[in-house]
């Protein structure tokens, strides 16, 4: 599976005083994570942080260029992506944009369908998988319980099934 070079991490959804600051929407594993890179790319065209905090679960921050409410205010909904190559995961982890698109397996090997999207929850992010040869979807919890094994190089996510998934 080729791995895109720029995820989508959030979302500009307001401006935040009147210096042009933004706050945005994280949509990485938290805003502190978010708040660590040193540029964004909006509409096609790399920005750079100049500086970024968290602040009630959001990020506010201040982008190069971006110096009064209006120029933010232009800004407002607009999606922002980070360069894969500016992230720092630690041994094991992976984006989860890199398993949509992975082939789903149980444990015995049986091809259940395809990872096609990823549901948040507030227990647990849910794997939708799709197309196997039952034509069934099915939803499957993000835990350790039933994801055995996630191989981002090969795209084979092995999971454990019970009755009724």
């Known amino acids: 599976m080729e791995k895109k070079q720029y995820l989508e991490a959030g979302k500009i959804i307001n401006t935040h005083g009147v210096k042009g600051e ?11 994570f978010f708040s660590s890179f040193p540029r964004l790319f909006s509409k096609g065209k790399e920005v750079k942080i100049l500086s970024a905090r968290v602040h009630k679960g959001f990020v506010i921050a201040r ?16 999606v ?16 989860l944009a890199d398993i949509i698109g992975a082939k789903v397996i149980d444990e ?16 647990s992010p849910l794997y939708v998988v799709s197309g196997g ?18 191989d981002v190089e090969n795209g084979v996510v092995t999971v454990h099934l019970i009755e009724g998934m």
């Open 133 to 150: 040869q039952d034509r069934e979807e099915h939803l499957i919890p993000a835990v350790p319980e039933f994801i055995k094994a996630v």
């Open 108 to 123: 015995s090997g049986q091809e259940i369908g395809i990872l096609s999207d990823i549901e948040e929850t507030p227990s």
């Open 80 to 95: 922002v992506s980070i360069a894969r190559t500016d992230a720092h995961l630690p041994e094991g982890a992976y984006f």
């Open 63 to 78: 982008l190069e260029g971006i110096d009064d409410m209006n120029k933010a205010m232009e800004l407002k909904n607009t």
């Open 22 to 32: 933004l706050k945005i929407e994280s949509w990485l594993d938290s805003p502190e």
